[in-house]
Structure formats: C-alpha cells, structure tokens
C-alpha cells in the first residue's frame, strides 16, 4: 500500500497542494483543522484538481466547474459521481496518506 509521510505545515491552510508518488499524483487539501486528500484527477475528464479553486469546503474543477464536497469527496454537480478519497491519519504535527 503505498503512503506520504509529512509534516502538517507543508499542508497550508486554504490551498490546493499537489504531491506526486510514483505515477500517482495527489490533491491534499486543508481546511477549518481537517486534511483531505484525493486522487488529483476530476472523475469527468481527468483535469488536475489541484489546478481547481476552493471556496469553503467546495473544490471546483477548473477544467468543466465540476465542484465536490471536500467532506465527503461527493460532486454537487453530478450526484452520481465521487473523488477517490484517501486515508489520511494525521499524528501530532505528521500527516501520513495511505491507497490501495
């Protein structure tokens, strides 16, 4: 299973952070104490959603204006839709991102 150990701080609060893996690319984003992090492709058309814009807890995609529910990874825009979410555990001042 591969993981991303880091720091918290390299997480800003408020933007769209990109981290690479390998071939994986990853969005995590942090906001009102809480991390998130997705796969950093739209589910429509594969655009980067770390090129995209947040406004609250909802991350629009730049590429169609898609926007999901960082909450819950749904798309407001498409119910039938969803981000792949992944596993962050955060411990102390370290974030540690787990996938399949």
């Known amino acids: 299973m591969p993981k991303i150990d ?4 390299e997480i800003p609060s408020g ?14 984003i942090r906001t009102n104490g809480k991390v998130n ?20 807890q909802v991350l629009e995609c730049l590429g169609h204006g898609w926007r999901f529910d960082l909450g819950t990874g749904e798309c407001l825009t498409v119910p039938s839709c969803a981000l792949k979410r992944l596993a962050v555990t955060v411990t102390k001042h370290r974030l540690h991102i787990e996938w399949d």
């Open 37 to 56: 992090a997705f796969l950093n492709r739209c589910p429509h058309a594969h655009w980067p959603l770390s090129e995209g814009a947040l406004t609250g």
């Open 6 to 9: 880091l720091e918290r701080s």
């Open 15 to 28: 933007t769209l952070v990109r981290l690479n893996h390998g071939e994986t690319s990853i969005v995590v």
